[in-house]
Every structure is written in structure tokens, then in C-alpha cells.
């Protein structure tokens, strides 16, 4: 049976995740709130944020950008602003 998880991104009881996305405070964080589905979300727009920023994973300015980002996305309810990118029309 899954895990399941009060997503604090999605406001709903929601499966969670197998295993923590970091090996830090931050990743047990994560994987005790957020849900699989709110950090799929979340690694779409991250790879939308690498690529279009031009990030370079091995810099931590970068890895710090990215961080902060995905805290705003996963428990500030902020959405990640990407430059050029226009979300599909519903």
C-alpha cells in the first residue's frame, strides 16, 4: 500500500513519495509534506528553470536558486516564473 501524505503544495491527502529527494533536513521536509504528484509538478518546472536560465548544477549560486525556488514552489504556494514561458491556455 502507498504512502500517503497531507500535500501541503496540492491541500489534499495525496500518495507520497518512496524516499526522500535529499539527503538533508530539507529532503525529510519534503518527503514528510509533499506529495509524488506535487513534486512531479515541482521537477517540470525545475527542468524548465534549468534550461531556460541556463543554470549550471555544478555552480551554487545555481544549486541555491533552484533551492529556494523549489521552497517557494512546494510550501510558499509561489509559482516559479520562467522568462518567455507562456502556460497553455485551460
Known amino acids: ?10 491541500g489534499k491527502e495525496a500518495p507520497g513519495m518512496k524516499f526522500a529527494p535529499l ?9 514528510d509534506n509533499v506529495s509524488q504528484e506535487a513534486w512531479d509538478a515541482w ?31 512546494l510550501f510558499e504556494g509561489k509559482d516559479v516564473h520562467i522568462e518567455g514561458y507562456t502556460p497553455p491556455s485551460e
Do not use: W, Y
Not at 1 to 10: D, T, W
Not at 23 to 31: D, H, Q, V
Not at 49 to 68: A, F, G, Q, S, V
Open 43 to 73: 521537477t517540470r518546472h525545475q527542468t524548465m528553470l534549468i534550461n531556460e536560465k541556463k543554470l549550471n548544477m555544478m555552480d551554487p549560486e545555481h544549486r541555491k536558486l533552484i533551492e529556494t525556488e523549489m521552497v517557494n514552489f
Open 1 to 10: 500500500m502507498a504512502r500517503s501524505v497531507q500535500c501541503i503544495k496540492l
Open 23 to 31: 539527503p538533508n533536513e530539507l529532503g525529510k521536509r519534503i518527503f
